[in-house]
């Protein structure tokens, strides 16, 4: 797929830490009840570590109690994209990716319950998003 940010790897090593890179470069994950979003209840907007781009906001985020900011819906419908990830034998998952440079962002699941409008969880690694607090 083509990005509207496209960098090489060098340029994204570059403007990434390490760890900013293994997540959303390679689509690791942080470790559970680690991020700095996990239970922030601040207002705003949140956006990709990498690009910018606006991908969630604080009044979709919900307590999912999963070890990761939760939220129920995009900002807007063409914020992520979203596509099957086998990497783990046996639990077929959903990727969720930034549309704009394709930066891994976490995974999302339906159906599990939380009384949500969409019944859905997008489970989403801090470290793949910025906090841009509303005044």
């Not at 922030?40 to 990761?68: I, M, N, P, Q």
């Not at 979203?82 to 034998?89: E, F, G, N, Q």
């Not at 939380?114 to 801090?126: E, H, M, V």
Request: proline share 6%; hydrophobic share 25%.
């Amino acid at each position: 797929m083509t990005y509207k940010v496209e960098k090489s790897d060098d340029e994204w090593r570059a403007e990434l830490s390490d760890e900013e890179y293994r997540v959303l470069r390679q689509a690791g994950t942080e470790p559970a009840f680690t991020g700095e979003y996990t239970d922030t209840k601040t207002e705003g907007v949140y956006h990709c570590r990498a690009c910018g781009a606006e991908l969630f906001r604080s009044d979709t985020k919900f307590e999912s109690h999963c070890g990761w900011p939760s939220f129920f819906d995009p900002a807007d419908s063409d914020a992520v994209e979203t596509r099957p990830d086998d990497s783990l034998p046996g639990r077929p998952r959903t990727e969720v990716l930034c549309r704009t440079c394709g930066s891994h962002l976490g995974h999302v699941f339906a159906g599990e319950g939380y009384g949500t409008p969409t019944d859905l969880r997008y489970c989403i690694n801090s470290i793949a998003i910025r906090l841009d607090p509303t005044d």
